[in-house]
């Protein structure tokens, strides 16, 4: 009793909301004609008693829409209780205006309160005939009022109830004016009576077991289509209702893994009756629903089914063809979900295939699956350039299974087939369509350069081992050809898509050429390889004028710049040691031949790209290659010369030690200057070569002749001549070459302080040659040696002496500031050496006439200083 009372006020409930709405659409008319009749716009209309009294007149000429329109949006607006000023309000009894159906503007308003207000109470109202009959049948049960038999058997009369109330309601007295006025009610309860029908079918079948399980799903096909039905009249609540009950059916009925041929039968009859549906009615939320539905079927018996696996893909490639090609229909009807009707179903398709692979041991049968679906995508994309981006999706999406299949147990035989065919199936329609050079050949072309990346790209990096390196090398090989075709063809790009064709293709033909050469080529000239690459594509940048292209070739010329520092370490470990004062053997170093191939080779392949000029590379690329292959090219003439002596072990060293790095760094410093001279303006690249060359030269000078491996403390021969010893000569051609230094262009032009500083520079070698060439005329052919003796002291003295004047000398003729400056300065450093050191060891005559040789030196000195200045102040004034 209670669910019956139930039952009768929810339909009160809905009666009255329905009522409700009704009064308010008639006061908001009644309102309009009111106004409209205060405003004379038209004639008084005579009450109803006075109609059936009177005479039936002509009625008056209809008002165009037009005017109606017109007159409208002239009115002025009045507010509700307020009457205006010119015009009395009309009186209740007064005459009810005739209304002009032309003169009224509908306008659809989606506000909150029709949605609250009108909308949403009617669904909710319908949602609630549903719970209650589940409620009624639970309350029957708690109750232990009726029976299964019986608790089914009403719950389907009141579904047919609902159902007959949704279709006839129309034509019952009084109520009926409500269904025709707003359909969302029969909607409702059309809904809510194809849902309690599936539920009453489920309790049926599955909790009671009242019916069998073919007669509880030929039931659920009748309701399902029942469903369609209805919904070609009452529109998409009862469709989604339909569709939801038709894909749960088979799992009422029981169906699943075990009854593979039967469920795909039925699933695709009711698809197809979805699709048509959805194709008739232009729902493409119906036609996407029911694409996802069927894949959570079919991906669910991917996993699950252990037989019938062919026919699951071949459901798949039908029920995917036709969802496509229904799709498609849909492109051009809704602009915002154009992208979804075209691609959804064709990537749903393409990647359950992709998951039934395999389960198919990735065999025969499941690529050409996949091969006819993607040709499909081909022949949509070929008709439709929109359909392109689905040819992208399916070429990546086969990545995953050509992946998969190289890694697993299959076939080689099928997976190179796969692989190639793969190629083929989206390279070669690519390629033809590419040619044409129309709006959408570009695409068309990056396609082309991904169906050869893809499946190279999956079979190499899980079957390398498979395979020897010349077989891949050979394969690497003939992929270039049609990657630089591509490039060939858009050589000249024009517009933005164009360079990235022109980019991508260059890059792909280039990324083939180094696998190739790498994987023929020892890894000896792995660095040489990336140089050859990053040459071709510097080369092709000249060709295509274009500015990317530059900066593509940075790329390789950045690897190969790497890869001949790490081919070069040997070098590296060397000159670590040479730093830090390690004695460096011949049986030591690395081998000519092997630092040939990885270090002289690449350096000349570097320094060829970066000199030539049919080459474009960038300012900091172009750079990075000078330095790299100028200091591979000095390494390994360094090595070359480090055999002539052939210094292997230590006493060797003592006796030619010196020699070899005086040779050296003396070569430095004459190439340095040679290429200077060379440079007439002072810049350019034979500049630049020269300072790195004097740079180098004067380092060796400083950190290993002067620093590490000094003859002071390291013994080393400088040879029995007083003068004519390694000792003197080092160090008196480098303050010559310091001199000359100083007056170069280039130097000047690195920075306007270097001229000062290589004087300078030149002014101390000229100090340490003095003292050096001393300490030999002492010591001998070894000046290592910790004593001095006073003799030797005072040699040292005499000898900076004579520089000093000889300094003061050359600098008052030829007007040099810096030499008089610093024969001044040098002067005056001996006085106090000899006042404060030498002086002191000196006794009896010797102190007398050294005092008195150094007072007539000094104003002799100061006489002819003082007159040079006297000279110069005169030409001043």
């Known amino acids: 009793m209670e669910g019956l009372l139930l039952l009768i006020v929810l339909?009160?409930?809905?009666?009255?909301?329905?009522?409700?709405?009704r009064i308010k659409y008639l006061e908001a008319r009644i309102g309009t004609l009111i106004d409209r009749l205060n405003a004379g716009s038209l004639p008084p209309i005579p009450a109803q008693r006075d109609m059936a009294e009177a005479p039936s007149a002509p009625e008056p000429p209809a008002v165009p829409k037009a005017a109606a329109i017109a007159y409208a949006s002239r009115r002025p607006a009045t507010v509700k209780g307020e009457v205006p000023a010119e015009q009395p309000r009309a009186k209740i009894d007064a005459p009810p205006p005739r209304?002009?159906?032309?003169?009224e503007i509908s306008t659809k308003n989606w506000?909150?309160?029709?949605?609250?207000?009108?909308k949403l109470p009617i669904w909710v109202g319908g949602i609630s005939l549903v719970f209650a009959g589940f409620f009624l049948v639970r309350y029957t049960i708690d109750a232990g009022l009726l029976g299964p038999g019986t608790r089914s058997v009403l719950a389907t009369l009141f579904a047919a109830l609902l159902i007959a109330a949704s279709q006839w309601g129309g034509r019952l007295p009084r109520v009926g004016e409500s269904f025709t006025a707003d359909p969302r009610i029969a909607q409702s309860l059309a809904g809510a009576g194809i849902a309690i029908l599936y539920g009453t079918l489920y309790m049926?079948?599955?909790?009671?077991?009242?019916?069998?399980?073919p007669m509880a799903f030929a039931l659920l096909i009748a309701t399902t289509i029942l469903a369609f039905a209805l919904a070609l009249r009452h529109g998409p609540p009862t469709a989604l209702m339909g569709l939801i009950g038709g894909f749960a059916a088979p799992w009422v009925a029981g169906l699943g893994p075990d009854n593979v041929p039967v469920l795909l039968l039925y699933l695709g009859i009711f698809l197809a009756g979805l699709f048509g549906l959805a194709l008739w009615r232009r729902w493409l939320w119906l036609l996407l629903l029911a694409s996802g539905g069927g894949a959570l079927w079919t991906i669910g018996l991917i996993v699950a089914a252990e037989s019938a696996l062919p026919l699951v893909g071949l459901f798949v490639l039908a029920a995917g063809g036709a969802a496509v090609l229904v799709g498609d229909r849909f492109a051009d009807s809704d602009p915002r979900l154009a992208a979804m009707a075209r691609y959804a179903p064709m990537a749903l398709a393409l990647i359950q295939l992709a998951m039934l692979l395999p389960r198919l041991q990735f065999g025969w049968i499941g690529w050409g699956f996949y091969a006819v679906l993607s040709a499909m995508a081909i022949a949509l994309a070929w008709r439709d350039a929109r359909h392109l981006p689905s040819l992208f999706g399916a070429l990546l999406l086969c990545l995953m299974p050509l992946a998969a299949g190289w890694d697993s147990q299959a076939s080689r035989t099928m997976m190179i087939i796969a692989s190639i065919g793969t190629g083929l199936l989206f390279g070669g329609p690519a390629h033809l369509r590419a040619r044409s050079r129309n709006d959408g050949s570009a695409y068309w072309a990056m396609l082309a350069l991904m169906a050869q990346a893809v499946p190279f790209a999956a079979a190499f990096a899980f079957a390398k081992p498979d395979y020897p390196d010349a077989v891949w090398g050979a394969i690497s090989a003939l992929l270039v050809a049609p990657a630089a075709y591509i490039a060939w063809q858009w050589q000249k790009a024009e517009s933005r898509i164009d360079q990235i064709v022109q980019i991508g293709s260059a890059a792909l033909a280039a990324a083939m050429g180094w696998l190739a050469l790498t994987l023929f080529l020892p890894d000896a000239y792995?660095?040489?390889?990336?140089?050859?690459?990053?040459?071709?594509?510097?080369?092709?940048?000249v060709r295509t004028s274009g500015t990317a292209m530059p900066k593509l070739a940075t790329i390789p010329m950045g690897f190969a710049i790497l890869a001949l520092a790490a081919g070069s370490w040997r070098f590296f470990d060397i000159l670590g040691g040479a730093m830090g004062g390690e004695i460096l053997l011949v049986s030591g170093l690395p081998e000519i031949g092997e630092a040939a191939r990885m270090t002289l080779l690449p350096s000349l392949l570097a320094l060829a790209v970066v000199a030539l000029p049919r080459f474009a590379l960038g300012r900091w690329a172009r750079r990075a290659g000078w330095f790299a292959g100028g200091t591979g090219l000095i390494a390994f003439v360094w090595l070359l010369a480090k055999q002539i002596a052939h210094i292997d072990s230590p006493s060797q060293f003592i006796t030619l030690g010196l020699a070899e790095r005086v040779v050296m760094t003396q070569l430095l410093f004459v190439a340095g200057w040679l290429a200077m001279r060379r440079a007439a303006d002072g810049s350019g690249i034979w500049a630049r070569a020269g300072?790195?060359?004097?740079?180098?030269?004067?380092?060796?000078?400083?950190w290993f002749d002067l620093g590490v491996f000094n003859p002071l403390h390291r013994p080393q021969a400088l040879g029995p001549a007083p003068v004519a010893n390694l000792g003197t000569v080092h160090l008196g051609l480098a303050a010559f070459w310091?001199?000359?230094?100083?007056?170069?262009?280039?130097?000047?032009?690195?920075?306007?302080?270097?001229p000062r500083l290589a004087e300078i520079g030149s002014l101390l070698a000229m100090a340490l040659t003095a003292l050096v060439t001393v300490r030999q005329l002492v010591q001998g052919n070894l000046i290592s040696g910790a004593t001095i003796d006073v003799g030797e002291n005072y040699l040292y003295s005499a000898a900076l002496l004579m520089l000093s004047i000889g300094w003061l000398a050359i600098g008052i003729k030829t007007g040099l500031a810096i030499l008089r400056l610093a024969g001044l300065a040098l002067l005056t450093l001996v006085t106090l050496k000899v006042f404060l050191i030498d002086a002191a060891a000196l006794v009896g005559v010797l102190r007398i006439l050294s005092f008195m040789g150094l007072g007539v030196a000094l104003i002799g000195i100061g006489w002819a200083y003082g007159r040079v200045m006297r000279v110069g102040k005169a030409v001043v004034e």
Do not use: D, M
């Not at 792995?526 to 940048?541: D, E, N, Y």
């Open 738 to 754: 310091l001199w000359q230094l100083a007056r170069s262009p280039a130097v000047a032009k690195a920075h306007p302080q270097l």
């Open 526 to 541: 792995f660095a040489s390889t990336t140089f050859v690459v990053a040459a071709a594509l510097a080369a092709w940048a």
């Open 11 to 21: 339909i009160l409930a809905v009666w009255l909301l329905n009522l409700n709405g």
């Open 691 to 702: 300072l790195s060359l004097a740079a180098l030269a004067l380092f060796r000078l400083c």
């Open 204 to 213: 049926a079948a599955e909790i009671y077991g009242l019916i069998g399980i």
């Open 99 to 103: 209304p002009e159906p032309a003169a």
């Open 111 to 118: 506000s909150f309160e029709e949605l609250v207000g009108g």
